[in-house]
């Protein structure tokens, strides 16, 4: 049964939006969720948080007339519940079903869908290079990103395909040409972003959008690593590749590439003017990368001997007060007092024990305790090198769910 399928309740039902679900959420209120999905769905993939009670009933169990008791008896009659699903048709006939027996009950707006839309951008109070730095955030599957400005040019890291328009219309509304859009990495967990910016000019993107401004016609220059080119990178040659040390101008600002591979053979992180350095998958403020999505299982220990060097060979010997941005946080890392994703680099070498053991050690925690793989890994690593193509629907639907590009946060905290 899909969406459409569902009978329209005979109670009206109000819908809260995502972005309102998020507020009481961050606020601290205390929010009780139902979630209709099937248990495998919701087993994978689901809103959590510290204030946030969640209970998982099928739908399923709501289409007899005669709902069981055991099932009434799950959901509180005390309090206000929410009830989601993957798109909202569901959630909207089971809140319906529930109002009509006396619950205080809304459904939550296009569902779970509508959580993985929610991108909020945030600005990095410990960054103190030139311009201005934004730490964009996804909280639906921990996906980072971040937009650099200065004087009227800004350039995009690790952004992603499904908030192509979002970029671009946040770079007209400061006023700034959006230069360069970079990836760190092959992604296996989102579509990337940076061929569908590099392919508008400015005159297409001001037809794309009544938002964006018309820009330079030199249009959005993409970049990935060089030594990502040997992945099987299909359009190689229609976008820049970044060798180590190589700088690109943003205003006053400088962003050079750094080679950290380990998470892939072509991982590069990109050092925003001395002041913050953008990790991709290599080092989150909670945990470090895992290295068998590029190599597998028979090649992770090679790979984790490989990201043990750039980890201490290339990122730990910046200075302390470095900040560190990865693409990608998890239900345990803790914001930093301006709201973002970051930590200097000594505050992650005092708190990380996986950043002071020594490489054997190393290798044998990090393989010890990998968590499942990315959702549709695969079918998202073959998009990202241009062998499939597939629409935006698509595309948005190939990236839901959890990120799982981190070794298990559990066992590499300090105490």
Known sequence: ???????????????????????????????????????????????????????????????????????????????????????????????????????DVDHLEDGMNGWAGIYE?????????AGTLLQYQRPSSGCLGYLLYDDDEAAIIDPLRAFTDRYLADAAELGVDLQYALDTHVHADHISGVRELAEFSGSSRAERSDDVRDLDDEGVEGVIPEAAVDRGVTYADELTTAADGDTFQVGDATIEA????????????YLVDGSLLATGDGLFVESVARPDLEEGDEGAPDAARTLYESLQERVLTLPDDTLVGGAHFSDVAEPATDGTYTAPIGELVAEMDALTMDE?????????????????YEDIIATNLGRNAVDDDEAFTLELGPNNCAASQDSLAGD
């Not at 050690?361 to 990090?366: E, G, M």
């Open 1 to 103: 049964m899909n969406a459409d399928d569902f009978p329209t309740p005979d109670v009206d039902v109000d819908s809260v939006d995502p972005e309102s679900l998020k507020d009481r959420i961050d606020a601290g209120e205390e929010v009780t969720l139902l979630d209709a999905r099937m248990q495998s769905d919701y087993e994978e993939w689901r809103i959590d948080g510290e204030n946030v009670t969640s209970i998982n009933v099928p739908y399923f169990e709501f289409l007899e007339d005669d709902i069981d008791d055991d099932v009434l008896d799950r959901i509180p009659d005390d309090r206000e519940v929410t009830v989601l699903c993957a798109k909202g048709g569901a959630s909207e006939f089971v809140a319906g079903t529930l109002a009509e027996r006396g619950y």
């Open 121 to 129: 951008a945030v600005e990095v109070g410990g960054y103190d290079g």
């Open 258 to 269: 750094v080679s950290t591979p380990g998470h892939t053979t072509g991982m590069t992180s």
């Open 360 to 376: 054997d050690d190393f290798v044998d925690l990090i393989l010890s305790d990998t968590p499942p793989r990315p959702a549709n």
